[in-house]
């Protein structure tokens, strides 16, 4: 098992292919295996890697650090990989890792794909905003249900059954939260070529939210799937992985 001990923790990564690199970040839902849509269409032009965050998969976090910690360990995979920049994409809390490390290392991203997520930064006007759209919309089940689209999950029994056992994989953990120090300001004063996707069902990241945090982002791009919920790349992974893809040729590194 490929794994890189930083930050006293061994980190879970795997990487596939060749070029330059491209850095997956999941989602609370997820882990590194996730991605098994995207890795196939996306290896033979970038070197793909995957990780688990912290607390996820086989990525253990002994001291429940948990997301205080994943910039840092995303900075210190990247050195520990002599990778200088690569693109990154990130789906649902891996929008705090990609953002934040966008943020404070600017020279080093490419460009970054925030997927169904706005980095769940502590802005008060955001974060009350979701809270009020979460209220209205409560639904039952847990994250691995609420993270896909009813359509799909009506459509796609088989696939929407894969999601809760990829999801089944991590382990257990308390919840994760921690004060950040990223600004609306530093987010809209960045000029790293970004795009936002989301689906148009999003019961946990509405696309109002996201739109509002585009348009923070000068030049930043944004894409709405109709009909998908949370988890664009895993429930609609062929239109999803050409949108990625034509974001990322217009950005090569």
């Not at 930064?121 to 209220?135: G, I, N, S």
Request: a negative charge; proline letters at 6%.
């Amino acid at each position: 098992m490929p794994s890189e001990q930083i930050n006293g923790i061994d980190l879970y990564y795997e990487s596939h292919g060749e070029g330059p690199a491209l850095v997956f970040l999941h989602g609370a839902g997820g882990n590194h295996i996730s991605w098994w849509q995207q890795v196939p269409a996306f290896r033979e032009q970038y070197r793909c890697i995957t990780i688990d965050h912290r607390g996820f998969g086989a990525s253990l976090d002994p001291n429940q650090e948990g997301a205080a910690r994943f910039v840092d360990d995303l900075e210190a995979l990247l050195d520990r990989l002599e990778i200088d920049r690569a693109a990154l994409v990130a789906q649902s809390m891996g929008g705090r890792t990609a953002l934040g490390f966008a943020v404070a290392h600017p020279e080093r991203v490419a460009a970054l794909a925030m997927c169904d997520t706005w980095g769940f930064f502590d802005w008060p006007d955001l974060q009350q905003k979701v809270a009020e759209f979460r209220e209205r919309n409560a639904g039952g089940g847990g994250l691995a249900q609420r993270a896909l689209g009813p359509i799909f999950q009506e459509r796609e029994p088989e696939r929407s059954f894969l999601y809760q056992q990829v999801f089944a994989l991590n382990p257990p953990r308390e919840a994760s939260s921690f004060a950040s120090d990223i600004t609306a300001d530093a987010v809209a004063a960045m000029t790293v070529p970004t795009m936002f996707v989301v689906g148009s069902e999003d019961g946990l990241t509405p696309p109002e939210i996201l739109h509002e945090v585009h348009e923070l982002i000068p030049g930043s791009s944004y894409v709405e799937f109709e009909g998908c919920g949370h988890s664009v790349y895993w429930e609609n992974p062929d239109e999803y992985n050409r949108a990625l893809g034509s974001f990322l040729e217009q950005h090569p590194w």
